[in-house]
């Protein structure tokens, strides 16, 4: 198993489109120093129609206020907590709540105490 990152099947020089394990999340935040913040894994299939990738940030480290213009983006915390700003709105991101950021909508996040993966 490549834990780190991934790689893609091929069959008869064709790749191969069946499901296949990507990456232990719990290992690659195991294996990252404390004050280690940004990605610590990427999607890297070729021809893929997604994105995806593990970010760390830090207690109180922030992302300042962005819009991504592409494409929407699903946050899946899986350590520690934060909140979400959107203009007025804060959203309290817990480990294993799901949030929705459409494309086009302008956002930060602020990592808590035990920051945030």
Known sequence: M???GSETKERNGAADPSPSLLADL????AQAADEQ??????LAEAGRQLDA????????TTVEA???RDVDVLL?????NGILRS??????LATHAL????RGSRRSIIAGPGGLA
């Open 37 to 42: 913040r940004g990605a610590l894994w990427r």
């Open 53 to 60: 990738n593990l970010v760390r940030l830090p207690p109180g």
């Open 99 to 102: 949030t929705w950021l459409p």
């Open 26 to 29: 719990d290992w690659c935040l």
């Open 87 to 92: 203009g007025e709105e804060s959203i309290a």
């Open 76 to 80: 899946l915390p899986i350590a520690g």
């Open 66 to 68: 962005h819009t991504e």
């Open 2 to 4: 490549n834990t780190a």
